[in-house]
């Protein structure tokens, strides 16, 4: 009952498949756009739920900004910045108008608007109101938004023209006050993937020519997909007063005089879900973790005389209720009795696909014994993953369950990350070769597999180059540096610096 | 303490002064858009969740479709429609060019996009892909989002060219069926308007020439304002099969044959919090109910010397420990300890001006003789406005105390909605003159009142033009009827329907 294609046999087209199968986006007759279509969107309510009250927690307060940004707000980051990202939907018109029975645009604005990519000049606009003294300072607050990037490659998740974020952005009086921040809410990140999403990360440092546009210093958590590939799953970036300058964000400090703020920005996005499928699902389809699952447990009625039907559903229902006492991860539990009129057994697969972590069918035989036949998602096709339970005995113990499948998909997904760093290449040689010949599955679409490498960086400017030839980039500076010295694996220069070299997303 | 203007004295001066004075939202350098602040997204925010645990509980599901809408999606709608609504941001080009030292549009796209004024066409192109069967109906879904109509007047909340809103579409197999969703989700409004936002509503039909385009019915849920205009809060739209012909979603019924689904959509936005204002602010600024209040209670430390800070901070935090164990209205209790370090008296008229429900000052006095001084936005300005209390009394009873402040807004504004209905209205000639008189205060923005009429019409086909030349509305056909013979308001001819008649937003 698998997918078409196997992570081994055609990675890219598997996971096509599982984002297919388990019905969680699908391409839209709106081009290089998605439909998060329920169960992934239901992820996504979970991550934003979690993440939302860390929030909140470290103090931000929610807001909403305009998605439109007027052209001149771009002209200045254009002027300065090189790496100034051109893929941007423009509104040029107000109105449509009926001309020889076609609809075209008219109404033609004085200024073009730019759909937001991301907000910083509009909210630097805002902040520029709103602070007139370091006593209104810090300004904390955060988006859930959707922005738009004209990807001409769209995926689902992944890469889509729109996609949902969150985007925080605060202002604050001190440099060192931003840079807390900036780290503050990387941390946020690192515990959002690893302890929510069961998604291993890497912290540090992004290199220069990989900064957002206008940062002083870009941070990101970086996790590894199945296919050895690197995704950034979310960034943090200190802008220092570059966007307060632009925006003219200035305050009077405790000395009275006028000083620019400095500002942070941070964001993860709908991307993360690619990230969460890339880590967990299996050649049969999704595996959700269950934090952020939309229905940890299903329970599926199997009926196989109609004059069963009523005393299943019975026993059925005191289950749920039974369940519903219970709160793991100190949020209500969430069960979904599946009353479709469909075999059982098309809908084990179907959660199967879907990727719900336990699956519960319930026939007349489990009532009598008082027993539940339980499946679970992770263990699917080993004698572990299929027991017939005393019903007390699994309504009890439903909270570590959940706790113990949760711990031990980031426990797999850890060892993985960690047995697919290679520290042990030292030379230049060595290094061109390892990628030249981890390369062939790009080329074909077929599977291979690719490490991440950790290893020396001189930071030499021609270094952009150099990566963009072997078609690698460099993932990160990691913070925790070895301090040791040795070769530049890329220039065969002698460098201090450790990075984390990978192909990626 | 007051704002610059009163409700008295110049009305829609004094919405705009409440708005700002309360932090709640802004214009936005974007023209036509707003920034919606913490205060009023945080009042948002409980919206969202109470109206989305409806919609669950409801057996929706949420989803998420793209923003951009295809020109040619629109075509149709606009050959069949005559009240298709053209004002709309079209996007045109995908990128940015510099010339000259000027950005500029470039990458012009073949076919313009829509920024979704509403989904139906986009959400009926995806049903049609999700339904062949009986068995799949119904579709029920939800999604909230964005949306854009290039309004030229645009009001804080009432009327911006983005707001935010929810939108239900849902797919049903026979009309009945459909019919019961409308109505099912109109009850939804009405419950959330008068239960949650303490806004009482009148419900009902809206006339012909007031429906949704391409509805075959407009329901709609219609409030009140204290200037005595309408506000139409919320609508429920059974399509028919309307948008599943030009969609093509189709099924297969139950006798084999191919039949097209009934479809139904309904929406709230954020102008239900210009609703909020116009129902519960007074001239001190905005008065929040307490269900969807961001902090329910303030607590307010007023220290007179230094050393007393200590002992004021911690029975501050006692107290807030001891609240915290309380969730009125089901849900986890909302207090803010406000530590800045500003004038106990600024933050003191500060929350008033936000309508926080009560406001707690605490001094060492208190702390002395274990007492609150406690302050009841509603009844500011009262010697029950201002009470001090035992600490203990004052939390045990905290529940109760919310929930009658809730309970005393909701009695306030629907006494105020039944008084302001006209019943002994019978003529045109009266009814000619009633509003003319109370029209004055529109043509100098001075207050005025003008209260509903609840009396007969014809539905005459003449009555659309009647209505714009007086500056009328019928806000609805409501479903209570007399079912009495009479004669019609507008037109002096026999008539049957009670129609409620009045000025609106």
Not at 177 to 200: Q, V, W
Request: negative net charge; aromatic residues 10%; proline residues 4%.
């Amino acid at each position: 009952m698998g997918l078409k294609n196997t992570r081994a046999g055609n990675y890219p087209e598997w996971y096509q498949n599982v984002v297919a199968e388990s019905e969680m986006a699908e391409n839209s007759s709106s081009p290089g756009c998605m439909v998060i279509k329920p169960w992934g969107y239901g992820i996504w309510e979970r991550i934003r739920d979690v993440f939302d009250e860390k929030i909140k927690e470290t103090d931000h307060e929610n807001c909403y900004f305009p998605m439109f940004i007027p052209l001149s707000f771009f002209q200045k980051e254009a002027e300065h910045v090189d790496g100034f990202a051109k893929e941007m939907a423009v509104v040029t018109h107000s109105r449509l108008a009926m001309k020889d029975g076609k609809l075209v645009p008219e109404g033609k604005l004085e200024e073009p608007l730019i759909v937001r990519p991301t907000s910083e000049a509009i909210i630097a606009d805002s902040f520029s109101k709103w602070v007139k003294s370091y006593r209104d300072l810090p300004v904390l607050v955060n988006q859930w938004a959707n922005v738009v990037r004209w990807e001409m490659r769209p995926r689902l998740f992944l890469r889509t023209r729109e996609f949902l974020w969150q985007e925080g952005h605060t202002a604050h009086a001190t440099a060192q006050e931003a840079e807390e921040e900036t780290k503050r809410m990387l941390e946020a990140y690192r515990d959002l993937c690893e302890n929510t999403l069961a998604m291993p990360v890497l912290v540090g440092r992004k290199p220069e020519h990989e900064k957002f546009p206008g940062a002083v210093d870009t941070y990101c958590v970086e996790a590894m997909m199945q296919d050895g590939k690197a995704l950034q799953a979310g960034t943090s970036h200190f802008l220092g007063q570059n966007f307060a300058k632009s925006a003219n964000i200035s305050f009077v400090n405790k000395n009275n005089e006028s000083e620019f703020a400095y500002t942070t920005s941070w964001g993860v996005s709908t991307r993360l879900i690619g990230g969460v499928i890339m880590t967990h699902a299996d050649d049969e389809g999704m595996v959700v973790p269950p934090k952020i699952a939309p229905y940890q447990i299903i329970l599926v009625p199997v009926i196989k005389k109609a004059e069963d039907e009523g005393d299943v559903m019975n026993y059925i229902g005191k289950i749920a209720e039974e369940l519903k006492k219970h709160a793991p991860f100190g949020e209500k539990i969430r069960i979904k009795i599946d009353k479709r009129n469909k075999s059982s057994v098309d809908k084990f697969w179907e959660w199967t696909r879907k990727g719900a972590p336990i699956i519960c069918e319930i026939g007349k035989r489990d009532v009598d014994g008082n027993n539940v036949m339980v499946k679970e998602r992770l263990k699917l096709g080993t004698s572990e993953g299929k027991q017939i339970l005393n019903a007390t005995d699994f309504v009890a113990a439903i909270d570590d369950r959940l706790l113990n499948i949760q711990n031990e998909m980031f426990t797999k997904a850890k060892n993985r990350l960690e047995q697919n760093i290679l520290t042990d290449i030292t030379t230049q040689e060595e290094f061109n070769k390892y990628f030249a010949e981890s390369n062939s599955w790009i080329e074909d679409g077929k599977q291979g597999k690719v490490a991440f490498v950790r290893g020396k960086w001189s930071g030499d400017a021609n270094s952009e180059e150099l990566l963009k030839a072997m078609k690698i980039t460099i993932r990160c500076i990691p913070f925790d540096q070895s301090g040791t010295q040795g070769t530049c694996l890329l220039t065969g220069k002698p460098a201090t610096m450790d990075v984390i070299y990978a192909r990626s997303y």
